[in-house]
Nanobody
Framework: QVQLVESGGGLVQAGGSLRLSCAAS????????THWFRQAPGKEREFVAA????????YYADSGKGRFTISRDNAKNTVYLQMNSLKPEDTAVYYC????????????????WGKGTLVTVSS
């Protein structure tokens, strides 16, 4: 089992920044992929960004390209999502999730989930 705990959400004005953290504990794997998804009220959960644990390769949804940066700290078993130039449409619950196989753009492919952290961007 892998436990994922997100933190760093909060209320921020449009144009501001937040850094989300996803701390992993429990069973470790030689290679897996950590993803960030988000879900706004009344909408489906959508892919935001992903990073491979071994090589650090990253992938972003178009909505976050140029504004969001995903990174990892192997020593801390933590993945970060730096979000800059936030917009009201970025308001959502942000979830950390792990796939044991590869970068997957749909929530159904995830093996483990955190409980999420709320990000609210005011206009």
């Amino acid at each position: 089992q892998v436990q994922l705990v997100e933190s760093g959400g909060g209320l921020v004005q449009a144009g501001g920044s937040l850094r989300l953290s996803c701390a992993a504990s429990g069973r470790t794997f030689s290679s897996y992929v950590t993803h960030w998804f988000r879900q706004a009220p009344g909408k489906e959960r959508e892919f935001v960004a992903a990073i491979t644990w071994s090589s650090g390769n990253t992938y972003y949804a178009d909505s976050g390209k140029g504004r969001f940066t995903i990174s990892r700290d192997n020593a801390k078993n933590t993945v970060y999502l730096q979000m800059n130039s936030l917009k009201p449409e970025d308001t959502a619950v942000y979830y950390c999730a792990v796939s044991l196989s590869s970068i997957i753009l749909t929530p159904r492919g995830m093996d483990y989930w955190g409980k999420g952290t709320l990000v609210t961007v005011s206009s």
